[in-house]
């Protein structure tokens, strides 16, 4: 977890509010991205981010939104919170695109 | 779609013992393998990688062999210890270039080590 930190570690909102998880990494990696874990679906990744304001979909995009102004940080969105979003959300950067370092995740309840 | 998968999802061993993991793949393309390691609680820790003009690759305790010709990924782990204890991941790159690799990932096995 050497340089990312993720924030908040828990957090317990209702459905339809707005969420914000925050990724900040001391690594200065190009690439970042937001993953979600389930149990019986492993990984799966959300959106990821190639460069400050560069950002693509991944597998389980909706209902999500990203934004990278600075390269240390990348934020994920939930823009009105669903009980299907519980989850806990892990951040991982990479230098090259291959090897991925991730965060200590996010546990989020949404009731 | 391309997957990757798991042949068991649970592992006993006793420590001390020899541990071994598989994960299939079934994207050719693929030309990167990398082991995860997830303790409960935790994020997912890099293990050992691997890519595909190799066929093993090893560190400390840890080895990966790769078999391409049956699509074949495995982790093991020499002298398992009570710390080893956790879920492994085996994930691959698909072979993507472009602006950005992702990785996809196996649903994992969880290793226990028994007394």
């Given amino acids: 977890d050497a340089g990312i930190t993720q924030s908040p570690r828990h957090k317990v909102t209702e459905t339809g509010t707005p969420v914000t998880l925050r990724c900040h990494q001391t690594e200065n990696h190009r690439y970042m991205y937001w993953y979600r874990q389930d149990p019986g679906h492993g990984l799966r990744l959300i959106h990821y981010s190639y460069g400050v304001k560069d950002t693509d979909k991944g597998e389980v995009s909706d209902g999500y939104s990203v934004s990278r102004s600075k390269t240390e940080d990348f934020l994920l969105t939930l823009e009105s919170a669903t009980s299907s979003q519980t989850s806990v959300y892990f951040c991982a950067i990479s230098l090259s695109g291959n090897e991925q370092f991730f965060g200590p995740g996010t546990r989020l309840t949404v009731l | 779609g391309e997957s990757v998968g798991l042949h068991l999802p649970t592992l006993s061993v006793q420590e001390g013992d020899n ?97």
């Fill in chain 2, 19 to 115: 541990s071994i993991i598989n994960c299939a793949y079934s994207n050719s393309a693929s030309d990167y393998f990398i082991w995860y390691k997830q303790e409960s609680g935790k994020g997912p820790q890099f293990i050992i990688d691997i890519r595909s003009n190799m066929d093993k690759r090893q560190g400390q305790r840890v080895t990966v062999l790769l078999n391409k010709t049956v699509k074949h990924l495995s982790l093991q782990i020499a002298a398992t210890q009570p710390g080893d204890s956790a879920v492994y991941f085996c994930a691959e790159n698909g072979g993507q270039g472009g602006s950005a690799r992702q990785l996809t990932f196996g649903s994992g096995t969880q290793l226990t080590v028994l007394p």
